[in-house]
């Protein structure tokens, strides 16, 4: 009921237009992407130029149609490819993402953004002589430190039998597939594997960190611990960050010292105050300079504010991926106060708007990891932020749902 379908992986294809494509139909992928592409350029689908030309029509039908086998995590797994004037990503999930025209000359670049300051990015490339899969198996254990068989397993239930091997292999006049990729996460990893027989491995939290996502922060722990997590994926003092607080069932008091202890004042902040009796006021904050206005304590209100305060953030100035912070503290006083199919129905619109500008949201959980009201929530997000107390302070561990993987514990 509370799932959410992944997000476009955006390291491969901003999509300007979406679609789905039933992978248990009898209707190839290929057709379906076709027609899309053709109603995003507004042409006829037989003016097009063939799809052989850019992907094994073949290999992506068996790709989509494989998953339905039971793979895990198969809305999570991409293949991209440009066709006619766009980019085209395909999940194995079949959700189909097509880009607005892009010159042929950076469509190569557009699959393969430039690393960020602070970016490990892991490059191998497979052998011209060895199967590309053999060389991406040699690369990931190489990196991971696994044994090449539990690799294997794991290969084999997220990309099906051979699509490494299949999708961009060359044409039959021995042509090579020079552009294209297919993305999928694997352990703490974003792994991409390009046409031109290149592997990349990037860590996941920089991606996340880097374009944007959504985070649930659970924990039975002191609020001062919570805050301890939360005040730094509002942003460090030494980043432009454009920071926002919706607060149910958490003083004010609380949001501004976060927000002082990353040096925030003035226009570029605003707390939302949910309140049952509230008048809709506002006001801003003495000490910080910070707006603070007044919802109504309902679920729709809320969502709307939320929505408008990014909106009005965005008419002051375009924001940059990750640029914005928003902080929901808390969903745990939410839930208590809420019928838990409103209270997703909420955070899907709430994470629709994170998501829009590419934001970094995260929600503030109150309760242990293997709580019910955790598992109710967390299909909803990009990854859970466990929250605990050790030896010398606050420590963390990341949940990576697409990757089903989990962090060891650093120092929060």
């Not at 999708?167 to 352990?187: C, I, S, T």
């Not at 007044?294 to 940059?320: C, K, N, V, Y």
Request: aromatic fraction near 6%; charged fraction near 25%.
């Amino acid at each position: 009921m509370n799932e959410r379908s992944p997000p476009d992986p955006a390291p491969l294809v901003d999509a300007a237009r979406r679609t789905c494509h039933d992978p248990r139909s009898d209707r190839p992928v290929t057709t379906t992407v076709i027609e899309t592409v053709a109603a995003a350029a507004d042409a006829d689908s037989l003016e097009l130029p063939p799809l052989y030309e850019q992907v094994s029509p073949d290999a992506l039908n068996e790709f989509v149609a494989s998953a339905t086998d039971g793979s895990d995590h198969a809305g999570h797994v991409t293949v991209a490819f440009p066709f006619h004037d766009r980019l085209v990503s395909v999940t194995r999930a079949g959700r189909i993402g097509v880009s607005s025209p892009v010159a042929r000359d950076a469509r190569r670049e557009r699959l393969r953004p430039e690393p960020t300051v602070g970016d490990s990015v892991v490059v191998h490339r497979a052998d011209d002589d060895e199967r590309l899969s053999k060389g991406l198996l040699r690369a990931v254990a190489s990196t991971t430190g696994l044994e090449p068989a539990a690799v294997t397993d794991r290969f084999a239930d997220l990309l099906g039998t051979d699509a490494i091997d299949t999708l961009f292999r060359p044409r039959a006049n021995d042509r090579r597939r020079e552009v294209g990729a297919v993305w999928f996460p694997f352990r703490k990893y974003d792994v991409t594997v390009f046409a031109d027989r290149t592997i990349e491995l990037r860590p996941t939290l920089s991606r996340l960190k880097r374009t944007g996502g959504n985070v649930l922060v659970v924990g039975s722990v002191p609020d001062d611990v919570i805050g301890a997590v939360s005040a730094p994926l509002l942003g460090a003092p030494d980043l432009d960050r454009t920071r926002l607080i919706a607060l149910h069932g958490t003083t004010v008091e609380t949001a501004c010292a976060r927000l002082r202890s990353v040096e925030t004042t003035g226009a570029d902040a605003h707390v939302i105050d949910s309140r049952a009796s509230a008048r809709s006021a506002t006001a801003v904050d003495p000490d910080t300079g910070v707006r603070v206005s007044e919802a109504d304590g309902g679920l729709d209100d809320l969502a709307t504010r939320i929505d408008d305060a990014i909106e009005s953030f965005e008419r002051q100035s375009e924001l940059d991926p990750a640029e914005l912070r928003f902080c929901l503290d808390s969903l745990g006083s939410l839930a208590r106060s809420h019928d838990s199919a409103d209270v997703a129905s909420f955070l899907r619109s709430v994470i629709r708007s994170v998501d829009r500008v590419s934001g970094i949201g995260h929600y503030v959980l109150p309760a242990p990891r293997d709580a019910e009201v955790v598992r109710t929530f967390e299909p909803l997000f990009d990854a859970v932020v466990e929250v605990g107390v050790g030896a010398d302070g606050p420590i963390q561990r990341w949940h990576l749902e697409a990757a089903g993987y989990t962090t060891d514990w650093f120092p929060a």
